[in-house]
């Protein structure tokens, strides 16, 4: 592996411009061209922030924001009080999500295998709130892990309210789609789900499921389903590795 550090002269003479847009962009795209040809090496260095800040004339808040755009892609490797490493010729791949219907929730899990760990009766103050009841009261916790390419990156909590939870028996789980085997075995049909997502760390108990690292980014995406005439029926939290699912939205522009 090459430890040699980058020439700044061999990146191509640009002017940067505010008018083609934000200059960290601008940056990472001169930035990312070697990179993906190879003209910076793996495990090359790149040049100190504060050179790369005088080449281009621009500030040193630009240059950081351009190379923490970099890191967060997985194409570089930021350092303290170094420079910044190059680890990749390309962006790993990750697992991308548009979910604007139900389809696209049944898109993200294909060719993957739900393996059910436990199904009992539990406390949750959340899922309670969210069902109406006393925060005392034990809703109905379906435990399980999503197989995707062959590897386990996705732990599932799904709670039901007490009335629908009775209903159902931990073998009746037996589609990659928890949603859907309520709607078969319990003759519903959920109508919309409420899609929250967020950022979390990792726990041991995560980790251990997700095989990765104690505090390791998150993502977290809870889903509330309700049935068509708007009853909460199933609140289900899938929590993602950070580092190979991303979720995208596509949004028109509504403003005349």
């Known amino acids: 592996m090459s430890k040699r550090t980058v020439s700044l002269e061999s990146l191509p003479a640009r002017q940067l ?35 790369i ?17 970099l890191a967060a892609e997985g194409l570089i490797r930021k350092r303290s009080a170094k420079p910044a490493v190059v680890a990749a010729q390309a962006p790993p791949m990750r697992h991308a999500w548009n979910l604007r219907s139900f389809g696209d929730i049944a898109a993200a899990t294909e ?46 909590t799904t709670y039901f309210p007490p009335e629908i939870g009775m209903r159902l028996t931990k073998g009746n789980f037996d589609d990659v789609l928890i949603f859907r085997s309520v709607q078969k075995h319990l003759g519903l049909r959920l109508a919309a789900a409420a899609i929250t997502v967020k950022a979390e760390v990792a726990d041991a108990d995560l980790a251990a499921d997700l095989d990765c690292s104690e ?25 993602h590795r950070a580092d190979v699912y991303t979720l995208t939205y596509d949004a028109p522009n509504d403003i005349p």
């Open 111 to 156: 060719n993957a295998e739900l393996v059910i760990r436990s199904y009992r009766r539990e406390k949750s103050p959340e899922a309670a709130e969210i069902f109406g009841l006393a925060a005392s009261e034990r809703c109905y916790c379906l435990r399980a892990v999503l197989i995707a390419r062959g590897r386990a990156d996705t732990q599932v």
């Open 17 to 51: 411009s505010r008018s083609n847009g934000p200059l960290y962009r601008q940056l990472g795209e001169i930035l990312r061209a070697p990179i993906a040809d190879g003209k910076f090496p793996v495990g090359a260095s790149l040049p100190k922030e504060a050179e």
């Open 53 to 69: 800040a005088e080449w281009f004339g621009i500030s040193l808040i630009t240059v950081r924001q351009a190379l923490r755009e």
């Open 215 to 239: 505090g390791e980014a998150v993502l977290t995406v809870e889903m509330l389903y309700r049935s068509v005439d708007q009853q909460p029926i199933e609140f289900t939290i899938a929590r």
